[in-house]
Nanobody
Framework: DVQLQASGGGLVPPGGSLRLSCLTS??????????IGWFRQAPGREREGVSC????????YYADSVKGRFTISSDNAKNTVYLQMNSLKPEDTAIYYC??????????????????WGQGTLVTVSS
């Protein structure tokens, strides 16, 4: 049974930083190789992909809106994927989710491609 648990959200002023964590369990039993993605959904907007990382080689991929500000990483010993968010902007305010799926053959950030989701963690960027 695949489970993901996102945490680390909170209130931060513009320009600040947060690190989100996604604790996973059971994923390696389902897939030979897989990807963990971070997504976000702001009120009244569709869920959008932020970043993803491939399990086997830690290959990273970012949406244009967060390139240079966000960094995804993984600690396989802890079964945890992190999203370090720097230089946060008010438009980064959203509920952030992590999700997983088998490796697609190429990095993809389309929510419909991901099978299992964790609960969200709220990030609010405001002064």
């Amino acid at each position: 049974d695949v489970q993901l648990q996102a945490s680390g959200g909170g209130l931060v002023p513009p320009g600040g930083s947060l690190r989100l964590s996604c604790l996973t369990s059971g994923v390696s039993y389902d897939y030979d190789d897989y990807v963990i993605g971070w997504f976000r959904q702001a009120p009244g907007r569709e869920r959008e992909g932020v970043s993803c990382i491939r399990h086997s080689d830690a290959n990273e991929y970012y949406a244009d809106s967060v390139k240079g500000r966000f960094t995804i990483s993984s600690d396989n010993a802890k079964n945890t994927v992190y999203l370090q968010m720097n230089s946060l902007k008010p438009e980064d305010t959203a509920i952030y989710y992590c999700a997983t799926s088998k490796w697609f053959g190429a990095p993809k950030l389309k929510p419909l491609l991901y099978d299992s989701w964790g609960q969200g963690t709220l990030v609010t960027v405001s002064s």
